[in-house]
């Protein structure tokens, strides 16, 4: 998974849509959506990262006028 840390967000988010595709494809086999399944919550939680990394230094930079890592 070092791969999907390099992603940017919207690279992250182009990768899932293209996972949700692929689970919602009737001919998709099982053991594909398996698989599909772990790379897509992968990528929320890749997400969800990064997502939270821009809130924090967000709310740094409105209450102090500029950026401090956490």
Same mark, same amino acid.
């Given at each position: 998974?070092?791969?999907?840390?390099?992603? @940017?967000? *919207?690279?992250?988010? *182009?990768?899932?849509?293209?996972?949700?595709?692929?689970?919602? =494809?009737?001919?998709?086999?099982? *053991?594909?959506?398996?698989?599909?399944?772990?790379?897509?919550?992968?990528? %929320? =939680?890749?997400? =969800?990262?990064?997502?939270?990394? %821009? *809130?924090?230094? %967000?709310?740094?930079? @409105?209450?102090?006028?500029?950026?401090?890592?956490?």
């Amino acid at each position: 998974m070092s791969e999907e840390k390099k992603l @940017s967000l *919207e690279e992250a988010f *182009e990768n899932l849509e293209t996972v949700i595709e692929k689970l919602e =494809n009737p001919e998709t086999s099982l *053991e594909d959506s398996f698989t599909a399944y772990k790379e897509g919550i992968s990528l %929320v =939680n890749l997400c =969800n990262g990064m997502i939270d990394k %821009v *809130e924090k230094e %967000v709310k740094v930079l @409105s209450q102090g006028g500029n950026t401090d890592e956490f």
